[in-house]
């Protein structure tokens, strides 16, 4: 993959694209939380340690790129960088703002006229929040996803992410496709949790024998396929390949 830094507002942005032909959507990928925590003390380093978004991306022939965090990807000694941003603060205002605008300079220099956000686990909270202030969003899909993250900080026993946005209270548009995967078998995320969080609309779709992990790269071209037939029904949506 090629990757390059694009500045969004307060923070820079890893980007990493395979080589493929451009078109007029664009699939966006979004990661996990990473390792926000060692014990009970912040990582120096959130970047995810083993990386199944970068799987699924490289399963997706379709113009698409995984959009980095602040301060991952090597960048966690940049300025603005602090614990908070990849613990309680993982969620807040100034992550999201700074991916939609690391986001926008991408979608404007490539004359991009719709996106599909692909989010996994926590990446899934923050494909929900982007999604509603990217203009050009046609698609929302999530993978194990804590759509609503007070009621999974309190399934867990965990404190609330009291710096975090939750998706939970974002409004979408109705003519954005959003569909959420969930493993029957999965301890992290809980399908209960997401069918409860999803919106109203939403289409969830529970997969036994799957857990957070396991095995979401072996079904993921038949979601892709799906997405891509959903879409182009719904009229106007170009094809994945442009």
Do not use: K
């Amino acid at each position: 993959m090629r990757a390059e830094i694009v500045q969004g507002t307060d923070f820079r942005h890893v980007v990493l694209r395979p080589a493929r032909p451009a078109g007029p959507r664009l699939n966006v990928y979004l990661d996990h939380d990473g390792t926000p925590w060692l014990g009970e003390t912040p990582a120096a380093d959130p970047t995810p340690r083993d990386t199944l978004t970068l799987r699924l991306l490289a399963l997706d022939t379709a113009p698409a790129l995984y959009l980095g965090r602040p301060c991952y990807l090597g960048l966690q000694a940049d300025p603005g960088c602090g614990p908070e941003l990849w613990t309680s603060a993982r969620y807040s205002e100034r992550v999201v703002a700074s991916m939609a605008a690391a986001l926008g300079r991408v979608v404007t220099r490539g004359g991009i006229s719709q996106v599909a956000f692909f989010g996994y686990s926590g990446g899934g909270a923050l494909a929900m929040l982007l999604a509603a202030r990217t203009p050009q969003t046609v698609a929302v899909v999530t993978v194990a996803a804590n759509l609503d993250v007070d009621a999974w900080a309190d399934h867990h026993g965990w404190p609330r992410l009291t710096g975090s946005r939750n998706p939970a209270r974002i409004v979408h548009p109705d003519a954005i496709l959003r569909w959420h995967y969930a493993g029957a078998r999965d301890t992290a995320v809980p399908a209960e949790l997401i069918r409860r969080a999803a919106p109203a609309g939403d289409r969830v779709v529970v997969i036994a024998g799957y857990d957070h992990v396991c095995c979401w790269a072996e079904l993921w071209p038949s979601v892709l396929e799906e997405v891509d037939r959903q879409l182009r029904h719904r009229g106007g949506a170009p094809p994945a390949g442009g």
